[in-house]
Nanobody
Framework: QLQVVESGGGLVQPGGSLNLSCAVS????????TAWFRQAPGKEREGVIC????????MYADTMKGRFTVSRDNAKTTVYLQMNNLKPEDTAVYYC???????????????????WGQGTQVTVSS
């Protein structure tokens, strides 16, 4: 059974950092693109960043460039979202999603992700 589980959310002050984790089971990331999305209260869900199965990354929004990065562990089962210099407008539920692409592909889809986690709350406030 394919599963995606996020963790690492919490309360952080403006300017602080958080590292979210996305653990996958039932598949390895060599064949899947993974992406982070977020949804703030009263707003539509928006894409944050994608990591292709080859390791290339695509940032979906300019507002997070230079502050958010994505990486993967050597076991190929966990993807991390490192968030630095957090701002109150980064407050949202963050979701991890996965979509099968192909082995070591550079393709980073923006839609039609098949597997989603339950989300983890990130609150940026003083």
């Amino acid at each position: 059974q394919l599963q995606v589980v996020e963790s690492g959310g919490g309360l952080v002050q403006p300017g602080g950092s958080l590292n979210l984790s996305c653990a996958v089971s039932g598949f390895t990331l060599d064949y899947y693109a993974t992406a982070w999305f977020r949804q703030a209260p009263g707003k539509e869900r928006e894409g944050v960043i994608c990591r292709s199965s080859s390791g290339s990354t695509t940032m979906y929004a300019d507002t997070m460039k230079g502050r958010f990065t994505v990486s993967r562990d050597n076991a190929k089962t966990t993807v991390y979202l490192q968030m630095n210099n957090l701002k109150p407008e980064d407050t949202a539920v963050y979701y991890c999603a996965a979509k099968e692409t192909s082995y070591s592909s550079t393709y980073c889809p923006k839609f039609d992700y098949n597997y989603w986690g339950q989300g983890t709350q990130v609150t940026v406030s003083s």
